[in-house]
T-cell receptor
Framework: EPEVTQTPSHQVTQMGQEVILRCVPI?????FYWYRQILGQKVEFLVS????????KSEIFDDQFSVERPDGSNFTLKIRSTKLEDSAMYFC?????????????FGEGSRLTVL | GENVEQHPSTLSVQEGDSAVIKCTYS??????FPWYKQELGKGPQLIID?????GEKKDQRIAVTLNKTAKHFSLHITETQPEDSAVYFC????????????FGTGTRLKVLA
């Protein structure tokens, strides 16, 4: 069964360092997303991406965050200068069409710990 | 603003009993309501969803009901089994202009053998 894969599964970094989280969405999917889940809290939307550009972003997704699809398979989330409060589980997701007509498939997450 | 409340936060049931998880949403423009199951160390997986033009949907032991007037929707699991133990999240999404889900805070379900 096709799946969304994420790397790394866990990353520990010092405050102020840059972090890149990587995702390989399902190959025929067109929409890509990043969500995050702070420990014990709800899953929160960060950004959606379609046709090589951001289609929507939340207020969490400030100038410290960026996304790109550098090639035909990878979808990355970059945090330029990490803060303690960026510690969370980050989930990548993809869907074939809009969420109105397609299921959202999630990866297993990348746990980011900022010290 | 947009918000989804979910209750209870934890739920323990005996194997074979039913479990019910309830969610309330704030945005009346929401028209799609998925339920996700998250097992330990894994990402959320869709188990059932319902659209606003339907009041109830069933898939084997799992059912979801929607009351648009009250802005409530619920997940019902019958004949629970130990493998149903997980964290369950409800979510709501507006039909147009957005691709984001607003998630509930999650319910940790424990099915006791």
């Amino acid at each position: 069964e096709p799946e969304v894969t994420q790397t790394p599964s866990h990353q520990v970094t010092q405050m102020g360092q840059e972090v890149i989280l990587r995702c390989v969405p399902i190959s025929n999917h067109l929409y890509f997303y990043w969500y995050r889940q702070i420990l014990g809290q709800k899953v929160e939307f960060l950004v959606s991406f379609y046709n090589n550009e951001i289609s929507e972003k939340s207020e969490i997704f400030d100038d410290q965050f960026s996304v790109e699809r550098p090639d035909g398979s990878n979808f990355t989330l970059k945090i330029r200068s990490t803060k303690l409060e960026d510690s969370a589980m980050y989930f990548c997701a993809s869907s074939f069409w809009t969420v109105n007509t397609g299921e959202l498939f999630f990866g297993e997450g990348s746990r980011l710990t900022v010290l | 603003g947009e918000n989804v409340e979910q209750h209870p936060s934890t739920l323990s049931v005996q194997e074979g009993d039913s479990a019910v998880i309830k969610c309330t949403y704030s945005d009346s423009a929401s028209n799609y309501f998925p339920w996700y199951k998250q097992e330990l160390g894994k990402g959320p997986q869709l188990i059932i969803d319902i659209r606003s033009n339907v009041g109830e949907k069933k898939d084997q032991r799992i059912a979801v009901t929607l009351n648009k007037t009250a802005k409530h929707f619920s997940l019902h699991i019958t004949e629970t089994q130990p493998e149903d133990s997980a964290v369950y999240f409800c979510a709501a999404q507006k039909g147009s202009g957005t691709y984001k889900y607003i998630f509930g805070t999650g319910t940790r379900l424990k099915v006791l053998a």
